[in-house]
């Protein structure tokens, strides 16, 4: 077997053994890019009540009128008054936030997105220990497909052929995105991760900017 032949085969195996987690990763991918837009692993579930108005009182007095006006399943494991009438209670898993002025109750449970949220878990590295040593390993197939690849075909559809076009327009795209994004002229030099493009250079991290802005 020539060096050829096994390339085009250890290509075609190992791309169909990576199938999977590169479809997992492609769509992740796709989803934590938007993460300032939304949450890719959870939404959440908001429902309104309303309830006769409760008296404000202490703490404690008013957290057991809620739980006896809404039916709710016991005692909360912890509450916050952040104002007079208002109080935030804290289940397993959920929370609730009333007015007892207004007679208002806003109940927030997270749901996870099946299947994204999963994905997301595996991709971002979250399980760490011996998944780390995977994802590691399916980073190196991924390049050995990348490189594999260019050598599949010869001739003109090869990579003395068109094929080092492309190839090449491959390597220069990330390259001229980083000119444009990261090494512009009169930049201070490469910033940290999350930093925006206005940030003066010396400017601290968290400054001038909101969550998500």
Request: glycine residues 0%; charged residues 25%.
């Given at each position: 077997m020539n060096w050829r032949k096994l390339n085009n085969?250890?290509?075609?195996?190992?791309g169909y053994l990576a199938v999977g987690l590169t479809l997992a990763y492609a769509i992740s991918g796709v989803a934590v890019n938007h993460r300032h837009q939304w949450n890719p692993s959870w939404k959440l579930d908001v429902e309104t009540r309303t309830f006769a108005p409760?008296?404000?009182?202490?703490k404690e007095t008013m957290t057991a009128a809620l739980v006896a006006a809404l039916a709710l399943p016991g005692p909360p494991k912890a509450s916050f008054r952040p104002a007079p009438e208002k109080v935030e209670l804290f289940y397993e898993g959920w929370s609730l936030t009333a007015d007892a002025a207004a007679g208002t109750a806003t109940i927030e449970r997270p749901r996870s997105r099946l299947g994204l949220r999963e994905m997301n878990f595996l991709h971002l590295n979250e399980p760490k220990g011996w998944w780390t040593w995977a994802a590691d390993a399916y980073a190196v197939v991924l390049g050995f497909l990348a490189i594999s690849g260019l050598f599949v075909l010869k001739g003109r559809n090869g990579l003395a052929g068109r094929g080092k076009w492309l190839a090449g327009l491959g390597v220069l795209l990330p390259i001229v995105a980083l000119a444009f994004l990261l090494w512009w002229p009169g930049d201070a030099g490469p910033r940290e991760e999350g930093e925006g493009r206005g940030r003066r250079p010396g400017q601290q991290r968290g400054m001038g900017r909101g969550p998500g802005g």
């Open positions: 085969v250890l290509h075609r195996d190992l409760i008296p404000v009182s202490d």
